[in-house]
T-cell receptor, first 115, second 112 residues
Framework: GAVVSQHPSWVICKSGTSVKIECRSLDFQATTMFWYRQFPKQSLMLMATSNEGSKATYEQGVEKDKFLINHASLTLSTLTVTSAHPEDSSFYIC???????????FGPGTRLTVL | GQQVMQIPQYQHVQEGEDFTTYCNSSTTLSNIQWYKQRPGGHPVFLIQ?????EVKKQKRLTFQFGEAKKNSSLHITATQTTDVGTYFCAGYGSGNTGKLIFGQGTTLQVKP
C-alpha cells in the first residue's frame, strides 16, 4: 500500500508555543489529506480536510485560527497548533487519499504533549 | 448528522475463540471500510465493501455489508494473539462529502 509519513512522531512543548506537524505522501500524489485527532481509547475525530492549493475545510467546533493547515503541494500538508495549551495534548494523525482511491492511508501519528 | 455506531466497545476472548464486531450507520453508506489499529500504532486499511450484501474474506477474517448498506460486520474465526487491536469501521456517507465517518471502534483483547 501507499506510504504516508508524519514528522515528528512525538513532541513535547511548553504552553503558549506553536508546534508544526508535517504529513507527507511518499509514493503517490495526495489530492486530499485529512487531519484527525485521537484521544486515548477513543475513535478518530476528523478535524479538517485539506485539498492541495485551497483552504482547508474545518469540522464544526475546530478552531481554524488555532489549528492552521497548509497543503502547499500534492505530497505535503502541515498542521500547526498555535499557542498550544495542555488540553491540546493528543495523538494527531493525518491521512492521504489520491483522487481515484476511496481508501485512506494513514500516517504513523504525532503524539503531542503540552506542558 | 451522520453517525456510525460500533458494538461492542471492548471484547476479551480466549485464544481460539471467535470474535465479531458490528457496525451500524444512521444513513445509507456508499461503501464501508474496515481499519485495524494496533496498540500505539495508527489505523491500517483492511478492506472496503461496496455492494449491497457483499461478503469478503481475508484468511480468518470475514467482512459483510448489509443489504440496506447501513450495517456491516467483521468476524474473526479462531482468534490469535496477533489479532489484538482496535477495529474501526468507517463509511462515506451519501452526498459525496469525501469524509470518512468512523465508528467508535471495538478493542479486542486475546488471552493466550
Amino acid at each position: 500500500g501507499a506510504v504516508v509519513s508524519q514528522h515528528p512522531s512525538w513532541v513535547i512543548c511548553k504552553s503558549g508555543t506553536s508546534v508544526k506537524i508535517e504529513c507527507r505522501s511518499l509514493d503517490f500524489q495526495a489530492t486530499t489529506m485529512f487531519w484527525y485527532r485521537q484521544f486515548p481509547k477513543q475513535s478518530l475525530m476528523l478535524m479538517a480536510t485539506s485539498n492541495e492549493g485551497s483552504k482547508a475545510t474545518y469540522e464544526q467546533g475546530v478552531e481554524k485560527d488555532k489549528f492552521l493547515i497548509n497543503h502547499a503541494s500534492l505530497t505535503l500538508s502541515t498542521l500547526t497548533v498555535t499557542s498550544a495549551h495542555p488540553e491540546d495534548s493528543s495523538f494527531y494523525i493525518c491521512s492521504a487519499r489520491d483522487g481515484l482511491a476511496a481508501e485512506q492511508f494513514f500516517g504513523p501519528g504525532t503524539r503531542l504533549t503540552v506542558l | 448528522g451522520q453517525q456510525v455506531m460500533q458494538i461492542p466497545q471492548y471484547q476479551h476472548v480466549q485464544e481460539g475463540e471467535d470474535f465479531t464486531t458490528y457496525c451500524n450507520s444512521s444513513t445509507t453508506l456508499s461503501n464501508i471500510q474496515w481499519y485495524k489499529q494496533r496498540p500505539g500504532g495508527h489505523p491500517v486499511f483492511l478492506i472496503q465493501l461496496v455492494k449491497s450484501g457483499e461478503v469478503k474474506k481475508q484468511k480468518r477474517l470475514t467482512f459483510q455489508f448489509g443489504e440496506a448498506k447501513k450495517n456491516s460486520s467483521l468476524h474473526i474465526t479462531a482468534t490469535q494473539t496477533t489479532d489484538v487491536g482496535t477495529y474501526f469501521c468507517a463509511g462515506y456517507g451519501s452526498g459525496n462529502t469525501g469524509k470518512l465517518i468512523f465508528g467508535q471502534g471495538t478493542t479486542l483483547q486475546v488471552k493466550p
